[in-house]
């Protein structure tokens, strides 16, 4: 099983700022890789998959890179509604999909 | 756009069988794969398994034994049993629709299940 690792465990950013998460894979996952957001109380939602593309609706201040074992998730300029959860997810290898345990962007 | 909604009890006994259904909306349920996803309180997401209209399914391996999702295409709906529950699956479960790709979206609200003894 592919054992996704993020960093930090928070972020404490204010808006305007820019920041940077990351997700360590403990082996290649090639390109295979999303990420999701999830606010207080709700479900995940897609906001970035196969590393770098942005699903329908997200805005561009969102970008995702890396490839093999090490992925980075931006947000360029934090808006008051990013401050959330984001968890990496891999497909590179599965069953079973797998998830990081989340980066928590707080103000 | 498409549209997903959990039901089920929110109360489980300990070693019973915890059952869930997500109602569909805005694409036929055969179009898709479709997965349940679950969330204990407090920590983070694991899968629990997909399925496609044709009876393929894929479980998680740590649950393979105790999952089974089955899809009703005359309901346009697809359900999760969880055999055997214990305290450790007491979650929030999700259900989703798995898109070109095999990435999860949308997700359903999700519901809370609690395994009580």
């Known amino acids: 099983e592919i054992v996704l690792t993020q960093s930090p465990a928070t972020l404490s950013l204010s808006p305007g700022e820019r920041a940077t998460l990351s997700c360590r894979a403990s082996?290649?996952?090639?390109?295979?890789l999303a990420w999701y957001q999830q606010k207080g109380g709700q479900a995940p939602r897609l906001l970035i998959y196969?590393?770098?593309n942005r699903a329908t609706g997200i805005p561009a201040r969102f970008s995702g890179s890396g490839s093999g074992t090490d992925f980075t998730l931006t947000i360029s300029s934090l808006e008051p509604e990013d401050f959330a959860v984001y968890y990496c997810?891999?497909?590179?290898?599965?069953?079973?999909?797998?998830f990081g345990q989340g980066t928590k962007v707080e103000i | 756009q498409v549209q997903l909604q959990e039901s089920g009890p929110g109360l489980v006994k300990s070693s019973e069988t915890l059952s869930l259904t997500c109602s569909v909306s805005?694409?036929?349920?055969?179009?898709?794969?479709w997965t349940w996803v679950r969330q204990p309180p407090g920590k983070g997401l694991e899968w629990i398994g997909y399925t496609y209209y044709n009876g393929i399914t894929n479980y998680n391996p740590s649950l393979n034994s105790r999952v089974t999702i089955l899809v009703d295409t005359s309901k346009n709906k697809f359900s999760l049993k969880l055999s055997s529950v214990t305290a450790a699956d007491t979650a929030v479960y999700y259900c989703?629709?798995?898109?070109?790709?095999?990435?999860?979206?949308?997700w359903g609200q999700g519901t809370l299940v609690k395994v009580s003894s």
């Open positions: 196969d590393t770098s």
């Open positions: 989703a629709r798995v898109r070109p790709g095999n990435w999860f979206d949308p």
């Open positions: 805005g694409a036929p349920i055969t179009s898709y794969y």
């Open positions: 997810q891999q497909r590179g290898n599965w069953p079973p999909y797998t």
């Open positions: 082996q290649s996952v090639g390109t295979l």
